[in-house]
């Protein structure tokens, strides 16, 4: 998935729960000014950030990795 299509649908959700920055902030442990910076798309949080700030929206994250095809 695309760093972008996942801080759209975190900031979606968190948007139709009703809950605010600072409330998301609270909740999940991570700083205000880190999930501003994740919502902005300036921030790269890392998997641990983003499991945080997931489960504190009632999210599952989902983390799939691809291996190219190599033929030596």
């Known amino acids: 998935m695309h760093f972008n299509t996942i801080l759209k649908q975190v900031k979606s959700r968190r ?3 009703q809950v ?3 409330m998301l ?5 991570v700083s205000l ?3 501003k ?4 798309g300036k921030g790269n ?5 983003l499991s945080k ?3 504190a929206l009632g999210m599952e994250l989902n983390l799939q990795v ?7």
């Open 15 to 17: 948007k139709d729960l």
């Open 20 to 22: 605010t920055q600072a």
């Open 25 to 29: 902030a609270d909740l999940s442990g």
């Open 33 to 35: 000014r880190a999930l």
């Open 37 to 40: 910076q994740f919502e902005s």
């Open 45 to 49: 949080p890392t998997l641990e950030t």
């Open 53 to 55: 700030i997931a489960k």
């Open 66 to 72: 691809k291996t190219p095809n190599f033929n030596p």
